[in-house]
């Protein structure tokens, strides 16, 4: 039988209606159904997933339709993440995403939509937010717009519901340092924000030598202090 992402399979053959216990070698149209329940329904190339197809995994009921390449998703496709948990102690998952892949991964530029219904539009890099982008809070509109690194804000607008915005820098998607509030109308105000950062108690790594991985704080609070105004006069 074959061997791959889900184990051990058997290909049906589509245009032959026959079934055979490998799929090396085979160009075509087929359906890889595995032992553990995982399935593939789509092209393939010289044994391998190639071109358009579909994978579920039967494990959670993920579902990924695109492209593939050398048995990896790879170019435009649309996974879909079930919202079903292993164990009720585990957090909610589900959402999805449209867009490019390499090797398996988010890279290029995508469509994210979460579980809450947030959505990131841009960017991406070895699975992670990065590059330009803009994240959509469902709760009340309000988004973040501009340059991205590893999956923070760090760069760019802070635009609220009512179109007020801000533009600055950022640091755990919070404001940091200089930047400026733009109201409707025109009118500015210049000003600074101080990050106090609340984390939790580490441990030392047992290689001194090691560079320490910095790690996202518990809560950030923020502090405004304002500076020069503009107002613009009508």
């Known amino acids: 039988m074959g061997d791959e992402e889900g184990g051990t399979y058997q290909l049906y053959i589509t245009e032959r209606q026959d079934v055979q ?17 995982d399935s593939f329904n789509g092209h393939f190339l010289q044994g391998k997933r190639s071109g358009y197809g579909t994978y579920v995994w039967a494990k959670n009921g993920d579902e990924y339709s695109g492209q593939y390449a050398d048995n990896l ?54 699975g992670n937010k990065h590059g330009r982008g803009t994240y959509r809070y469902s709760k009340d509109g309000a988004t973040l717009s501009g340059r991205w690194e590893n999956n923070y804000f760090v760069q760019g607008r802070w635009t609220l519901a009512n179109g007020v915005f801000y533009v600055g820098s950022f640091k755990w998607n919070h404001p940091i340092g200089e930047g400026c509030w733009v ?12 990050q106090i950062e ?30 020069k105004a503009t107002v613009v006069h009508g």
Do not use: C
């Open 21 to 37: 216990d490998t799929s090396k070698g085979f160009d075509g149209h087929g359906v890889a159904s595995h032992v553990n329940g």
């Open 73 to 126: 998703r790879s170019g435009l496709g649309k996974f879909k993440y079930s919202d079903q948990r292993e164990n009720e102690e585990d957090p909610p998952r589900g959402g999805s995403y449209h867009g490019e892949w390499s090797r398996n991964t988010r890279d290029g530029n995508g469509t994210f939509t979460y579980l809450n219904m947030d959505s990131y539009s841009g960017q991406w890099s070895n």
């Open 183 to 194: 109201f409707p109308g025109g009118n500015q105000l210049q000003g600074s924000f101080t």
């Open 198 to 227: 609340e984390r939790e108690e580490e441990e030392p790594p047992e290689d001194e030598e090691a560079i320490p991985e910095i790690k996202p704080p518990k809560s950030v609070q923020v502090t405004w202090q304002s500076g």
